[in-house]
T-cell receptor
């Protein structure tokens, strides 16, 4: 059973702080990793994809991947109240099949 | 906006009924995946269609079935609805090349079974 684990939160950070979201996965054969943001009542929206070990930066977002530790993280710098949402970690372990974690709720207070 | 559309947006059915949900993929995408998201959970993979054939299935019973059409749009059919089928149903489209492609989600259909 392929599993993706996330802390459900909520993770509370003040505006302007760095939010750190973490995810572990069970399938060592996983090749592609994604972070989606989901606002309440809406569908998931892609934030980042990462395929290789190391860091990948896109604006205020940085994804980090460590395949040896089976660990993926997402850092959000200068957090804004509009970043308050549930963040879903997704792992591709088969041909275009995504396995999702339950998501971490992030609350950014003004 | 991802360019993926779904209909209807909301639906109320009673136990035992049948439902059909529809999805139009993003232009240029040839693969459609369907997910079920229960309240407070992450999306769970139902199945995927590629070139009109089922290309993988999650742990869902046969009463969940689907179709993909030549224009790559897709339908999800659920027979003999149960109360636990109440969820957000998400369609995601992608362009299949070598696997691991990014999937883009539509707005979802919220199904309530009474």
């Amino acid at each position: 059973q392929k599993e993706v684990e996330q802390n459900s939160g909520p993770l509370s950070v003040p505006e302007g702080a760095i939010a750190s979201l973490n995810c572990t996965y069970s399938d060592r054969g996983s090749q592609s990793f994604f972070w989606y943001r989901q606002y309440s009542g809406k569908s998931p929206e892609l934030i980042m994809s990462i395929y290789s070990n190391g860091d990948k930066e896109d604006g205020r977002f940085t994804a980090q991947l460590n395949k040896a530790s089976q660990y993926v993280s997402l850092l959000i710098r200068d957090s804004q109240p509009s970043d308050s949402a549930t963040y879903l970690c997704a792992v591709n372990s088969g041909y275009s099949t995504l396995t999702f974690g339950k998501g971490t709720m992030l609350l950014v207070s003004p | 906006e991802t360019g993926v559309t779904q209909s209807p947006t909301h639906l109320i059915k009673t136990r035992g009924q049948q439902v059909t949900l529809r999805c139009s993929s993003q232009s240029g995408h040839n693969t459609v995946s369907w997910y079920q998201q229960a309240l407070g959970q992450g999306p769970q993979f139902i199945f995927q269609y590629y070139r009109e054939e089922e290309n993988g299935r999650g742990n869902f019973p046969p009463r969940f079935s689907g179709l993909q059409f030549p224009n790559y749009s897709s339908e999800l059919n659920v027979n003999a609805l149960e109360l636990d089928d109440s969820a957000l149903y998400l369609c995601a489209s992608s362009l299949a090349t070598s696997g691991g492609e990014t999937q883009y989600f539509g707005p979802g259909t919220r199904l309530l079974v009474l």
